[in-house]
């Protein structure tokens, strides 16, 4: 199969014909039709993450199943599916907790580039790493059988791609993790893909008021389409004040940080009132540390959540967000840009780095 290969940090992904074995028991080959381009794989091409190489990044798609290896229950041939990026065994410690996106299975194979056996699909004789199960920069997949769910013919591979990543982070972030009322305030730190779902998330969920913050000025209308009602720079001396003056004075019901910059981890916390929650869902670069003052941690009672695939049960959100896109409820087409090529792959990792808002979406024939 055709595939993009990262065989050096910072450098270009390259396009090789990559050996793909078959899917082994519990495991899916799938035909991917559409993937996202999404600031974690730029992160990871850019070596901020510290894989090993050589690798197949790409984790935001959508395809159809080809073939079902030995156990396979829940897909057959034909069907249409979202992959999660945070396929869990069902079995451990965490999956019993009902917390699948922190399952210790899939925790140790996406952190050895591997698949649950700990072992590589990709490459044959000279094995390539997969991408947190996915590796979707690539004319086909084999992933866990978990990593499928089932869609319907109505949704657009292109929008189930999306709702793959960036919608269900930045949704789950602010309807499972923030835990948002009607009526309440939040402040959405970094206008991007996850942080346009976020504030999306949080109109839809009736936030009085929706404070977009970003270091670019540009974003203010952008987020302003998605739901926003107000714009702050983030690099405003003035930013806590700022807030404040929006919320009675006492700072945000909830904010949702989604840069991944420390320095916006410490703004979240502090435009928060107290007893309100810091919602993380930002990667940081490997070692960095964000500050918070100590002092006066205890009794401002404010909640530090990590937030990671928007604390989502994959199956069932992605299937509520589908629901709702499918009602009009959740327009999602708007955030497609271009659609490329996979050759065309490292043209798009420019753009995200650039800053174009609009996802982009590596589509691939029938
Ligand atoms: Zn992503
Ligand atoms: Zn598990």
């Given at each position: 199969m055709k595939a993009a290969v990262l065989r050096q940090f910072g450098a270009d992904l390259s396009i090789e014909d990559v050996p793909l074995a078959n899917a082994r028991d519990r495991e899916v080959?799938?035909?991917?039709?559409?993937?996202?381009?999404?600031?974690?794989?730029?992160?990871?091409i850019r070596g901020k993450t510290g894989s090993e190489l050589p690798l197949i990044p790409g984790h935001e798609a959508a395809g159809i199943v080809e073939r079902v290896g030995a156990g396979v229950s829940r897909v057959k041939p034909g069907d249409r599916v979202v992959l999660s990026w945070a396929p869990n065994c069902g079995h451990c410690f965490y999956c019993h907790q009902?917390?699948?996106?922190?399952?210790?299975?899939?925790?140790?194979?996406?952190?050895?580039?591997?698949?649950?056996?700990g072992t590589s699909r990709l490459g044959g004789a000279q094995p390539i790493h997969h991408y947190s199960c996915i590796s979707s920069f690539a004319e086909q997949a084999v992933v866990p059988e978990?990593?499928?769910?089932?869609?319907?013919?109505d949704v657009p591979f292109a929008v189930a791609a999306?709702?793959?990543?960036?919608?269900?982070?930045?949704f789950g972030a602010v309807i499972n993790d923030a835990a948002i009322k009607a009526g309440q305030s939040i402040a959405v730190l970094g206008v991007g893909g996850v942080g346009v779902n976020a504030i999306q998330a949080a109109a839809l969920a009736g936030a009085e008021t929706i404070i977009a913050i970003d270091i670019n000025a540009d974003k203010a209308a952008v987020a302003?389409?998605?739901?926003?009602?107000?714009?702050?720079?983030?690099?405003?001396?003035?930013?806590?004040?700022?807030?404040?003056?929006?919320?009675?004075?006492?700072?945000?019901?909830?904010?949702?940080e989604c840069t991944g910059r420390p320095v916006a981890m410490s703004s979240?916390?502090?435009?928060?009132?107290?007893?309100?929650?810091?919602?993380?869902?930002?990667?940081?670069?490997?070692?960095?540390q964000f500050a918070i003052p100590a002092i006066g941690f205890p009794g401002s009672r404010k909640r530090i959540v990590g937030s990671i695939y928007g604390g989502s049960v994959p199956e069932q959100d992605i299937n509520t967000i589908?629901?709702?896109?499918?009602?009009?409820?959740?327009?999602?087409?708007?955030q497609i840009g271009r659609r490329i090529p996979l050759e065309q792959v490292n043209d798009a990792l420019a753009w995200l780095e650039a800053g174009v808002m609009a996802r982009t979406i590596i589509e691939f024939a029938a």
């Open positions: 080959l799938v035909r991917i039709m559409a993937t996202g381009v999404c600031s974690s794989d730029l992160s990871t009902s917390h699948p996106t922190l399952c210790d299975t899939y925790g140790a194979a996406a952190g050895a580039g591997a698949l649950w056996d978990t990593a499928c769910i089932p869609i319907t013919e999306l709702v793959g990543c960036a919608v269900t982070t930045g302003t389409t998605y739901g926003a009602t107000h714009f702050i720079n983030a690099a405003a001396p003035d930013l806590i004040e700022q807030v404040q003056a929006l919320t009675h004075g006492r700072g945000v019901d909830h904010a949702v979240a916390y502090a435009i928060t009132r107290s007893a309100g929650s810091v919602v993380i869902v930002g990667i940081a670069p490997v070692g960095a589908l629901s709702l896109y499918r009602r009009g409820r959740l327009p999602l087409d708007a």
